[in-house]
């Protein structure tokens, strides 16, 4: 399998499939006063409240459930100090496999202790990019555990697109649909979902303004490597890969950018509104919503709130 | 109509068609994390997702949809800072009509503005109860308003029992259910839904030790107005009504009490895996359930988290 692929609406279907048993049907929740202040009609699709309080369960657990035996006996194995770490070490613990998870240092103890707590094995190493791809390497070279990207990865994109398959399900007649943008495993995942069962489904992607590399490269038709992140959503912080890059653009996904502050106030008003307490980057997407409001006036859109992961004793106001 | 009747499954199915067009069904969640904890099969019934944040919105919904058309122009009244004053004022909203609120000095103000920003009247009065009734019975002069009481009221307990109905519908096979006792017109109306469905479900009640007056009540066989509330849990510190202590007794509700050292720890752990917050006097469910495993284990048990009106800086722990 080529594992560096966009999947298939198939790929997609089958890990429906898989995860069918493990993972959360969650919830689809509406709130008359956001409608009011967007003019649109919204649908939140509460990852927050999937398995491991994120999305990334999804795709973690299509990874680990499509290894063969022999595969799944020598584990899996990631590098991430945040949900897609301990989504892996959740989906492993599925299977009863090994994960190998590679974490920088000065990663929140929180999430640490949850990845922990879920029975996988962490690796620490120097908080740097080189540090963890060296240690991953030479993790799998002694473990020969199956490396799982947090967005690239072709199983994980199409795990992530459940959530379309499920949310077009729950909540019939929607006719557009916003996702955060990070990597753009999500996006990816989403939008080739959303377009196998309704072609004319508008799409929109969500960016802090801070880490906006994909709304750059959609409008320069090239890939951007240079931006430096600078935003507080950290879920949001990673480059576009290539392939998710070729898939926003081959889905015309509308990529609205939006300021640190926007976001935090978004996020309040998810509190304040609906209850449910969303990550920082989780509530760009009713940011993005609010800023440009004409692109959403009348019609019926999914957005998706990724994660609940909140560190409630540094809540960003 | 009797206002201080018990509800029949009637009133509870008639309450159901009333408020099902402005009602959330909200959503059910699992967690094998805490199954394996507590060795019973545990369904969390997240009202706290509900409307205003709160199962209050189902009873009042209920009390002001079952006015006659010359009642509801003089609007509604009841006296309360918390859930259900901004219960009653949603609801109102929701047939257009005048919404009068009492509040003492010294609520928590996001809980008035809440209130105010449904469209109530708020009245404030000193922090007494019998300034409260005072103000009320005024009111209610002037304005010919409805009063509406938290938990005593038939259309309040009918309203409330609609979760019952909802929940034994989208989880079957649960054998026991569990929710906080503090009036009593959600356990009461639960437990008449529950029991016109399933004769042989198991009830139980949730109570803090500082507010023990349901378990006192049921245990000595008369009902006990001397306690003095000392709980962190304010949603519970109301004496259980008379009507309330009848069916509770009635249909052999077990009331286990806790201490808020044990409720905090629950809220703690229902965020950590649920990722819901929910308001402390919700926890306590969890909290018994915890407790007392061996009335709970190898049972499937729907469990009603209540409230998610949480003041995000001013968590209990």
């Known amino acids: 399998m080529n594992r560096d692929a966009l999947p298939t609406i198939d790929d997609i279907r089958a890990a429906a499939a898989r995860i069918a048993l493990f993972a959360q049907v969650t919830p689809v929740l509406r709130s008359d006063v956001l409608d009011a202040l967007t003019g649109a009609r ?8 999937q398995r491991g309080g994120a999305f990334k369960f999804r795709g973690a657990c299509n990874a680990v459930w499509a290894l063969d035996d022999d595969q799944a006996a020598r584990g899996v194995l990631t590098h991430s100090s945040g949900n897609h770490g301990n989504a892996l070490a959740l989906a492993a613990a599925t299977r009863g496999i090994a994960a190998h998870v590679v974490i920088p240092e000065g990663a929140v103890r929180a999430k640490v202790e949850a990845i922990e707590r879920a029975g996988a094995t962490v690796h620490r190493c120097a908080p740097t990019q080189a540090a963890r791809e060296v240690m991953a390497a030479q993790l799998q070279r002694e473990t020969g555990a199956v490396f799982v990207h947090p967005y690239a990865d072709v199983l994980v994109m199409a795990g992530q697109g459940t959530l379309a398959l499920e949310l077009l399900h729950q909540a019939p007649g929607i006719d557009a649909l916003m996702t955060p943008v990070g990597g753009g495993g999500l996006a990816t995942g989403v939008a080739i979902a959303a377009h196998a069962l309704d072609p004319t489904l508008v799409l929109f992607g969500a960016e802090p303004a801070g880490a906006d590399d994909a709304a750059r490269s959609l409008a320069l038709g090239s890939r951007v490597t240079t ?10 912080r990673a480059l576009v890969g290539e392939r998710n890059l070729e898939a926003l653009r081959a889905h015309r996904v509308e990529v609205i950018t939006v300021s640190d502050e926007e976001t935090v106030a978004a996020m309040q008003l998810l509190w304040r509104e609906l209850k449910v307490l ?40």
Chains 1, 2 share one sequence.
């Open 227 to 236: 931006v430096v992140p600078d935003t507080l959503c950290d879920g949001l």
């Open 278 to 317: 969303v990550e920082v980057s989780s509530a760009t997407v009713l940011a993005a919503v609010l800023k440009r409001p004409e692109r959403f006036a009348g019609r019926r859109v999914g957005v998706v709130l990724t994660g609940g992961n909140v560190d409630l004793a540094a809540l960003p106001w």
């Open 42 to 49: 919204l649908h939140f699709k509460c990852e927050n409240l």
